[in-house]
């Protein structure tokens, strides 16, 4: 039988996997919140806002009404902004049954509690809730244009993550799973602070040497967070950690390079976040990283520079030179 599911969220990475899903032989509806976008998807066939020049499948329809996307499968896939994933989770309760399964491709932790995703999976539905993480080293224009790409399933069943990946797997996306589902939130939600730094050193003018210097200090950062919250450090040597954060920190494809790159330029915040026009997750990652660093007493400098370049009004400049001053020490 054909199978089907629901995304929730019809930005570009929505619209991608919605794409990957439909060409693969699933039934899928992908829902967005803004009735006049979403009548523009009907009539175009296409995502020319979000993701332009990917044709939808046949099986691909779109709604603008959450309860109808909600009530279309039991596996809903969630790839909204992780400021409105706590409120999507609440206002599809009253639509989906006791079976329901809940997937997402959602980057960050929840502003509203500092929590890992799965934890407000939880908190909304119930610890048994079947739960997984999609995530990776994946662009989503990449992905709309079946252009090869692997990413991670963590799920905190291992029957749902072999469902999930089979609907999504296919010789041009390939699916591994893991069952550690906090490892693959960690590294996903804190790449994208990391992205902001090596975009603002590259804004401000200097080298690969210090791209890679970012990135190999900054994976050691992830670690420490994530052996703290629970995680398992080989997870971090896969795609959803290492793969994901050299992806984001390299490719101007990434937003929240863009935005770092952009700060480091020495334009202003909001100028550089309306320029890019979309979410910029590490902007709110930012913060609640720095959070959970002093709560745990973490050291994780580069997280705490970048927050204090995106809350403290510290220049770019500075955080960098206070990077470059730390104390000699053993690796």
């Not at 491709?105 to 929840?110: R, V």
């Not at 909304?124 to 399933?153: H, K, M, Q």
Request: aromatic share 6%.
């Amino acid at each position: 039988m054909t199978s089907k599911i629901s995304f929730l969220g019809a930005g570009s990475w929505g619209t991608a996997l919605a794409i990957q899903a439909a060409r693969n032989g699933s039934q899928t509806l992908l829902w967005g919140h803004l009735p006049q976008h979403i009548a523009s998807l009907a009539e175009d066939r296409e995502n020319k806002r979000y993701l332009a020049g990917f044709s939808f499948p046949d099986l691909l329809k779109v709604t603008d009404d959450l309860k109808q996307a909600a009530q279309f499968s039991d596996i809903l896939l969630i790839s909204v902004p992780s400021h409105a994933f706590q409120d999507t989770l609440l206002k599809i309760k009253p639509f989906v049954s006791s079976n329901i399964k809940i997937a997402w491709a959602t980057k960050g932790f929840d502003p509203q509690t500092g929590e890992l995703l799965h934890q407000t999976v939880a908190s909304v539905f119930t610890p048994d809730t079947p739960a997984a993480v999609l995530s990776g080293p994946s662009f989503a224009r990449e992905v709309a244009a079946d252009l090869p790409t692997a990413v991670t399933i963590a799920a905190n069943q291992q029957a749902f993550a072999d469902q999930l990946a089979k609907i999504m797997h296919s010789p041009r996306f390939r699916t591994y799973t893991t069952h550690d589902i906090v490892s693959v939130q960690v590294g996903g939600a804190v790449k994208n602070v990391l992205a902001i730094a090596a975009g603002i050193a590259d804004g401000i003018g200097f080298g690969a040497n210090t791209r890679a210097a970012l990135v190999t200090r900054g994976i050691a950062e992830i670690i420490r967070l994530n052996n703290a919250l629970g995680g398992q450090q080989n997870t971090l040597m896969g795609l959803a950690g290492l793969g994901d954060l050299i992806l984001t920190c390299t490719d101007d494809q990434s937003r929240n390079r863009r935005f770092g790159i952009a700060l480091g330029q020495g334009k202003e915040m909001q100028q550089a976040i309306d320029e890019i026009g979309q979410e910029v997750e590490g902007i709110s990652a930012a913060r609640e990283t720095y959070r959970l660093a002093k709560k745990y007493a973490i050291d994780m400098p580069i997280t705490e520079q970048t927050y204090r370049v995106l809350y403290d009004n510290l220049s770019p400049l500075s955080a960098v030179q206070s990077l470059l001053q730390r104390d000699q020490k053993p690796e």
